[in-house]
T-cell receptor
Framework: DSGVTQTPKHLITATGQRVTLRCSPR?????VYWYQQSLDQGLQFLIQ???????AKGNILERFSAQQFPDLHSELNLSSLELGDSALYFC????????????FGPGTRLLVL | DAKTTQPTSMDCAEGRAANLPCNHS???????VYWYRQIHSQGPQYIIH???NNETNEMASLIITEDRKSSTLILPHATLRDTAVYYC??????????FGKGTKLTVNP
């Protein structure tokens, strides 16, 4: 158990819909990272927040957005969902912002029908 | 961040040491070598990391060559639960982890 929690574990929705994935980092960690794992793309970095501020951006679509709240939990919002958004979404956290070990949560499996 | 090359798959007998190689010939001086594994579709699990010296923890040992162009992850007594995809990642100048395809390790009874 890494100490990172993610909800929900599974999510089934329809194309065009909007969903919110939630992540709670390990106690004391200030950074939260979001990654997407699909069958054809592998594990890809989406975005990082550090202490409430966006710090780094990866291949995140404009339909996707994230935020980190004062209590340091983070939410990833996916809108106008397409079939290709079906994937595993992982959250990771680390103590600091830069050269830090990242610890991953169990993931949310999203299925878009 | 430097790229890494790993074998696609490896097999190991239960109870024996599993030695997983990784090439990172373009690694820079300030880049660390990280190892993660992913069991089935669970979240990636951190194993170990190092800069230039060999490292050991309760899970594994990491051997980094003197020129830092390659490394080996050693699981000293592999069990069936060590069957997973193992990722070698070089990380330095960016916040993100860049995952390749990794090595699928199968531990056989």
């Amino acid at each position: 158990d890494s100490g990172v929690t993610q909800t929900p574990k599974h999510l089934i929705t329809a194309t065009g819909q909007r969903v919110t994935l939630r992540c709670s980092p390990r106690s004391g960690d200030l950074s939260v990272y979001w990654y997407q794992q699909s069958l054809d793309q592998g594990l890809q970095f989406l975005i990082q927040y550090y202490n409430g501020e966006e710090r780094a951006k990866g291949n995140i679509l404009e339909r996707f957005s994230a935020q980190q709240f004062p209590d340091l939990h983070s939410e990833l919002n996916l809108s106008s969902l397409e079939l290709g958004d079906s994937a595993l979404y992982f959250c990771a956290s680390s103590e600091g912002a830069y050269q830090e070990t990242q610890y991953f949560g169990p993931g949310t499996r999203l299925l878009v029908l | 961040d430097a790229k890494t090359t790993q074998p696609t798959s490896m097999d190991c007998a239960e109870g024996r040491a599993a030695n997983l190689p990784c090439n990172h010939s373009t690694i820079s001086g300030n880049e660390y070598v990280y190892w993660y594994r992913q069991i089935h579709s669970q979240g990636p699990q951190y194993i170990i990391h190092g800069l230039k010296n060999n490292e050991t923890n309760e899970m594994a040992s990491l051997i980094i060559t003197e020129d830092r162009k390659s490394s080996t992850l050693i699981l000293p007594h592999a069990t069936l639960r060590d069957t997973a995809v193992y990722y070698c990642i070089v990380k330095g100048g960016s916040e993100k982890l860049v995952f390749g395809k990794g090595t699928k390790l199968t531990v056989n009874p």
